[in-house]
């Protein structure tokens, strides 16, 4: 059972089995028998080179795993891939972090990795749009962006002699509010080409961050920043208005209803983790049109019924698909 | 410092007008196109400017405080000069020089050259000089005083400059309002003070940028573009704000910190050799860093708020452009540029596109104005003398132009078997017992003192020979050797020993001993494949005045300001990769606007040594043409779609939607939109009659005409009537129709008839005539025929032939085979001696009576059956296929319509419009979707395909591999990698086999590597192919082989020898390229082997991460990466 928790009645039970061993015998054998765990050795053709990636190791000649995963091979170059790990960043990836401290010109965030990350004051916008050299008094009023505990999104731009550092490339990146954090393993965010999502329907936001914090929050219009800055660079008194609006705005609630579909989306997710399915946008989707069909409360989603429900659906989809193809 | 006032006075009224403008925009839409105002505004600031400028002249001239320093008083030689200007005057009044005659005149050797002590030292000299005092190198300095020889923003002393324009218009985005309140920092003190008069173009820029708006500027490059750049630095530091300088070459982003370093001090530098301070506010770099920093996403990009992108021009490089494209498109949309760039006539075009990509205004301030005007001369190859054939006023001389090329004909042709395929030997060797025509201009040149000079070639090899031939001469006095020798050692001394000597090196200049020799004698050599140090010290010499003569490449011709007074084009045609061409006139311009030193010449002298036939129209279009216009050159290549891929918000398909290249093609459509309209109205207005009889009369007709033509070839295949083509065989010819394009079908061809005197075989530039069989060969007839000769305005001569009673002279022309359309039977006599008109009359005349004796029935023609002995199986089907035809006519009923001419011409052109229309909706199209479109998913068909990249365009662990690889061939160099190739080898073959990827250049009978390496460079092969071979398979455009053949295997044992250990001497024995090359493409290995270091890390190979580590530290030492001079 994979160590899913749930209070579970016996017909769930039998029906998660099932549906549990649906899935498994529909998911691809390619690499069933590659799996791994430490020390193990890897089989390789040694005649000619071989490269050794990532969770491997040379002991008396023998590739050895020095991770518990599964080998991977491209091409020459074998590697391991861990099941369950911490995040490891890649550059690229999209992630979302705790602030844990402010520190000399930098923040640092807490991203689930082994070590926190840093996101230089330089590596993100002015909040004024203006283009130039960050001062001693940026410096001073680094608080005003981010504060401790504040959630921020940013980007893995790569390693640099002093740790992982972040950037935050356009507007789209930032504090987060007026929202939910959520925290799963990992593993079950996939990268893709697209980890923004504006859930139309319901009104929100989801940043799936590739270090297992998901964000599930009221959706925020995307400012175009060119036209934005402009107004806002050349003209100080827009600039002012809009940050008294901001403010406005922030002493709104969020309406109910969104709420409402933030929690329900958050709940979604859960369960998937709870599944341990892979979370994409698709499937979370599908669990929060399955939620309102059903006309469920949104605590009703975290039950065990719920969850059996979904898992079934998953397996029903997936061999649909499997079908299609 | 009236005139310090008054520039703020302009600069303010400036500003002034701009907000008038903005004022009116606010007010309504009255003003339809702004840029329209703003052109119109400019107009009156600029003329506003022009007073103003004239004021601050002439208040300098009343308080005299401006110490002139550029007259020429010091100047001991300076009553010979007007005595050389005085000699060119009149010659040039003449239309032809007679320099011979004045070089008896004043005695042969050049003496008092050596008097000269105008040796004025730029900043950066003067400190580089004080540098090496402090060391004790240079003893003692030559006059110093106050005069300047390198400062292109120096007043000019003429006050009589005439007032120049400048062109400027505003490009604004589409939808865009200007922001209702005027910019908030207006400054009263501007950034920096000039301390000299501003031109108009620079001043208006320089408003532009206080705005805070963008700016491109496009003029000459001794116009002084480099006073908009640095004031747009010194602003940037002033704000507190981040600005970057990027320039296409290493070396002038070498230069270029030099200069600002002296000027700022918080400068920095970053190219793929060096980079020093990173974390200063202005940055100096190449394009290429520019465009992978903003990929890696570095902060400056956050921090930058002006952009200057220098010889933005280079766009058009078939090659690198890409690279500005990319990094202007992806460039933070918040800061502003700067564009410098020559003379582009579509600089609007540009404009636009930028306004457009980045939501801003975006400024252009064009000028063609030129400090110092030039004046263009000819010197035809073996003639005596220079023509001048445009003034300094920039007047095209007819008169003095057709005489240059009439100079040039009889040489050619005297000698032109002689000379074949060494169109250059009369340049190198010249003729026995006379010197080379080099070295009689370069006499010519320092009698006239029109030195420092010049020439330009196109080769480098070329450019060595022709320095080679003035080994003779001696341009420099004592003290001069000795300022040679001082600066050259301390150069020199940077080198270890053993480099220091080169002692075999191949190339007799590149060894370091013996280019001291030359340069002492005030000449130098400065091409690509010199040391770098040595064509640093070159450059620096050249700077300071001691190198009074200098073979150059064209590359001399971009970046720093390094004018002399005269320019030579030693040839006119150069090798582009694949071809011999004829130079642009942009090119022209680029490289002629290195004549004419700003406030020290009067006017600049450009020389073209034309040494071959050349049709007027091409010599005038080179010389008086308009510059190259900017076109986009984007491609697409894997590493910027994975880069583009990798991100969150990038697109490749955003990138090529914001290209030039797109703008460029969207800029088209509603032209030819309207372009159809017309056509198709046109069209419909043609109503024909019968029209379907017609069309298939008309097919007949097109079918009888083409099988004709069949059976001509045949005929007159230069097989078959070779033979028969004796002097005075009458043939019959096609007359030159009048209006090529519309031939109408249906009328008989204008025939006329003629004499043949000769036939010879059209040479052929590229291949050699040996490989093509005389059957083969095209050739052509000389003809005795009547012609129509005219002249249309350039001074190009059309000859038309006309029938033989029309009015006109009896001439011999040569026609190509194809336009005989019969031959006769019968032959004529031809007198011994055609050269008098009467006796080509009177041939012709027998002619006419030939032809009328025969009347109605015709000339008999040679049955090419029964004369010709033609038996081939194609000849007898078309001519039984146009007797079948010929019967068909005979039946159409249509043929008997009494206007079926006329309708047959309407129904032709309306033939004709629907096939144009069909054209230009063809185009249309393929510019209405998004271009590249197909490429981009073949390519990422090929990333698929390859493992690089998943169908949801999510990049895999190979894809972040090539990302990081820009300096190679991504593609194969991953494929290498993850095959484990580099694994199991040395670290010398290994940076052996990577040197394939960096060479680039050919070489025709290079060895082959010794075995091991070979078989290194036979793995890298296949995979290249099957590489290649993919790409094909995904419908990517790609030749297999030539592609294969793109790895060059060429430096594979110079590189391994220098990984080895080898001193750089020892490797010049092994390799037969030039020096300069080698040492670029290892510094650029070294770029790779750092991208390689970046990737191993990212898939966690450390063992390979170590050994590219290892491969670097054994490449990286002396010469080949010896600094820079100019850090």
């Known amino acids: 059972m994979r160590g899913i928790q749930l209070p579970l009645s016996k017909t769930q039970k039998v029906r998660l089995q099932k549906t549990l061993e649906q899935l498994e015998s529909l998911s691809s054998k390619v690499n069933s028998d590659a799996s791994v ?237 709870v599944l341990g399915f892979n979370i994409t946008l698709e499937i979370i989707k599908g669990i929060i049109d399955l939620s309102l069909s059903m006309n469920l409360d949104i605590h009703e989603m975290l039950g065990s019924e719920f969850c059996v429900l979904v898992a079934e659906k998953e397996a029903e989809r997936r061999s649909s698909n499997k079908k299609k193809r | 410092m009236k005139g310090r006032d008054g520039l703020i006075c302009l600069v303010e009224e400036i500003h002034g007008s701009e907000e008038k403008q903005k004022q ?224 296409p070459i290493k070396a002038l982003s070498n230069q270029k910190y030099r200069e600002f370093k002296e000027e700022f001090s918080d400068v920095g530098l970053m190219t793929g050799d060096v980079t020093i301070d990173p974390n200063a506010s202005c940055l100096v770099m190449t394009t290429e860093i520019w465009r992978s920093m903003q990929y890696k996403g570095s902060e400056i990009t956050r921090e930058v708020a002006w952009i200057v992108f220098d010889e933005v021009h280079y766009m058009r490089d078939r090659e690198r452009g890409v690279v500005w494209e990319e990094s202007i498109v992806l460039s933070p949309k918040n800061s502003r540029f700067v564009f410098l760039s020559a003379t582009v006539p579509n600089a609007k075009e540009f404009a636009d596109w930028v306004a457009k990509v980045h939501k801003q205004p975006c400024h252009v301030v064009y000028t063609d104005y030129r400090p110092t005007p030039l004046q263009h001369y000819i010197f035809p190859s073996g003639g005596d003398g220079l023509y001048l054939v445009v003034d300094d006023k920039g007047k095209f001389r007819e008169d003095s132009f057709q005489k240059s090329l009439n100079a040039l004909v009889p040489t050619t042709e005297g000698d032109k078997k002689k000379e074949n395929g060494k169109r250059q030997k009369g340049l190198i060797m010249g003729r026995v017992g006379e010197e080379s025509d080099i070295f009689k201009m370069v006499k010519m040149i320092i009698q006239r003192q029109y030195d420092p000079v010049i020439l330009f070639s196109f080769s480098k090899r070329e450019c060595e020979l022709l320095a080679m031939q003035m080994a003779k001469m001696d341009l420099n006095g004592d003290q001069e050797k000795d300022n040679i020798e001082q600066i050259f050692n301390s150069a020199m001394d940077m080198l270890s020993d053993d480099d220091k000597k080169l002692p075999q090196a191949r190339y007799f200049l590149n060894s370091v001993s013996n280019m001291l020799p030359l340069l002492k004698r005030g000449i130098g050599v400065h091409h690509s494949g010199l040391l770098p140090i040595l064509k640093e010290v070159i450059e620096i010499l050249f700077q300071e005045g001691l190198i009074k003569c200098l073979f150059a490449t064209e590359t001399f011709s971009i970046g720093l300001n390094m004018p002399a007074k005269t320019v030579v084009f030693t040839n006119v045609r150069k090798f582009d990769g694949d071809k011999f061409r004829w130079i642009s006139s942009g090119e022209y311009i680029q490289m002629s606007g290195r004549a004419g030193r700003r406030g ?397 990827f960096v060479w680039q250049e050919k070489i025709h009978d290079g060895a082959k590597p010794r075995e091991e390496l070979d078989l290194l460079f036979m793995q890298l092969q296949d995979t290249a192919r099957r590489v290649a071979q993919l790409q094909l398979e995904c419908k990517v455009e790609i030749d297999v082989e030539s592609f294969v053949k793109s790895f060059r295997p060429d430096i594979m044992e110079a590189v391994y020898a220098w990984a080895k250990g080898s001193k750089f001497y020892e490797i010049m024995e092994i390799t037969q390229v030039f020096e300069g090359s080698l040492i670029r493409a290892i510094r650029r290995l070294e770029e790779v082997l750092q991208q390689l270091i970046a990737a191993a890390k990212s898939i966690g190979e450390t063992q390979l991460e170590a050994k590219f580590e290892e491969a670097v530290s054994m490449i990286k030492r002396d010469i080949v990466f010896a600094a820079s001079l100019y850090l």
């Open chain 1, 37 to 273: 765990i430490i020390a193990d050795s890897i089989p390789v053709n040694h005649e000619d080179g071989v490269l050794k990636g990532h969770g491997t190791a040379d002991l008396n000649g023998e590739v050895v795993a020095t991770l518990c995963g599964v080998v991977e091979r491209v091409n020459k170059l074998v590697y391991v891939r861990a099941l369950r790990s911490r995040y490891k960043p890649e550059v690229g990836d999209i992630v979302i972090g705790r602030v844990a401290e402010v520190a000399q010109k930098r923040w640092r965030l807490d991203i689930n990795f082994n070590q926190d990350a840093v996101l230089m004051l330089s590596s993100m916008n002015m909040p004024d749009g203006v283009q130039r050299r960050r001062t001693a008094l940026d410096e001073l009023n680094m608080r005003c962006i981010f504060e401790e505990n504040d959630v921020v999104c940013a980007e893995v731009r790569g390693f640099q002699h002093d740790g992982l550092h972040l950037q935050a490339r356009s507007r789209k990146y930032g504090k987060l509010n007026r929202g939910q954090l959520l925290t799963v393993p990992p593993y079950l965010v996939k990268r893709q080409k697209q980890h923004f999502h504006h859930l139309e329907e319901f009104g929100v936001d989801l940043i799936l961050g590739c270090n297992g914090f998901i964000w599930v929050g009221e959706h925020i219009e995307a400012k175009d920043d060119m036209v934005e800055d402009q107004v806002s660079q050349s003209d100080p008194q827009v600039l002012l208005h809009n940050s008294a609006s901001l403010e406005e705005q922030e002493k709104n609630y969020t309406i109910l209803d969104i709420r409402k579909y933030i929690c329900r989306a958050a709940n979604a997710v859960r369960v998937l983790s």
């Open chain 2, 600 to 996: 020290i010449d009067d006017r600049g002298i450009c020389i073209l040594m034309v040494d071959e036939k050349m049709e007027p129209s091409t010599a005038k279009n080179m010389v008086k043409g308009a510059a190259d216009s900017l076109n986009s050159a984007f491609h697409l290549s894997y590493n910027t779609i994975l880069n583009q891929m990798r991100c969150e918000d990038g697109d490749p398909e955003k990138l090529i939607r914001n290209s030039f290249f797109q703008f460029q093609a969207d800029r088209a459509i509603p032209d030819l939109e309207k372009q159809i309209k017309l056509l198709e109205k046109e069209r419909e207005s043609i109503v024909i009659e019968e029209e379907n009889s017609l069309k298939d009369y008309f097919n007949l007709l097109e079918q009888h005409r083409s099988l004709n033509k069949e059976v001509r070839d045949i005929v007159l295949s230069p097989r078959h009537c070779l033979p028969f083509l004796q002097p005075g065989r009458l043939v019959s010819l096609d007359c030159t129709s009048s209006d090529e394009d519309l031939t109408p079908v249906f009328i008989e061809d204008q025939l006329t008839w003629g004499l043949v005197i000769n036939f010879e075989r059209v040479k052929s530039v590229s291949d050699d005539d040996a490989s093509v069989k005389p059957e083969d060969a095209s050739y052509n007839v000389d003809v005795l025929t009547r012609c129509v000769v005219k002249k249309d305005k350039i001074g190009k001569k059309s000859i038309k032939i006309v029938p033989l009673k029309e009015v006109g002279e009896p001439l011999v022309v040569s026609v190509p085979i194809s336009q005989v359309n019969t031959i006769s039977s019968l032959r004529l006599f031809i007198p011994k001696d055609l050269l008098p008109l009467e006796a080509r009359e009177n041939t012709l005349k027998k002619v006419l009576e030939t032809l009328s004796r025969f009347g109605e029935k015709g000339l008999p023609l040679l049955d090419p059956e029964e004369d010709m002995k033609i038996q081939s199986n194609s000849y007898k089907k078309a001519s039984r296929r146009i007797e079948a035809l010929e019967s068909l006519f005979e039946k159409h009923e249509i043929a008997k319509s009494p206007l079926i001419k006329q309708k047959l011409k309407v129904f032709q052109r309306k033939q004709e419009l629907t096939a144009k229309i069909k054209s230009i909706k063809k185009t249309l199209r393929s510019s209405t979707t998004l271009a590249f479109k197909d490429e981009l998913k073949a390519r990422k068909r090929v990333l698929r395909r390859l493992g690089y990249a998943t169908s949801d365009n999510v990049v895999e662990l190979k894809g972040k591999v090539a990302c990081e690889i820009s300096s190679a061939d991504e593609l194969t160099l991953t494929e290498l990698m993850f095959n484990g190739v580099f694994k199991d080898i040395k670290v010398e073959e290994m940076v052996s086999l990577l040197s394939c």
């Open chain 2, 24 to 247: 009116w925009q606010k007010e309504g839409k009255l003003v339809q196109n702004p840029s329209l105002v703003a052109e119109l505004l400019c107009r009156q600031s600029a003329s506003a400017s022009a007073s103003a400028s004239e004021q601050v002249q002439k208040n300098k001239e009343v308080e005299s405080m401006n110490p002139k320093p550029n007259t020429e008083i010091s100047i001991p030689e300076a009553d010979t000069r007007p005595e050389g200007e005085r000699m060119l005057r009149a010659a040039t009044q003449h239309g032809f020089d007679a320099f011979e005659w004045a070089a008896k005149e004043r005695g042969s050797v050049y003496h008092s050259l050596s008097l000269r002590s105008r040796v004025g030292f730029s900043r950066l000299q003067r400190q580089k000089l004080k540098k090496m005092q402090i060391e004790g190198i240079v003893t003692q300095q030559p006059t110093m005083g106050s005069l300047k020889r390198k400062s292109p923003e120096e007043p000019s002393t003429s006050s009589s400059l005439p007032l120049h324009d400048c062109v400027h218009h505003v490009s604004y985005p589409p939808g865009y309002t200007h922001p209702s309140s005027p910019p908030t920092q207006t400054h009263a003190e501007p950034a920096k003070k000039f301390p000299f008069t501003l031109d108009p173009f620079q001043s208006q820029a320089i408003t532009c940028l206080e705005n805070g708006e963008s700016v491109m500027v496009s003029a000459h490059t001794s116009a002084g573009k480099t006073v908009v750049a640095s004031y747009a630095i010194a602003m940037s530091l002033r704000d507190g704000q981040r600005v970057i300088y990027t320039s």
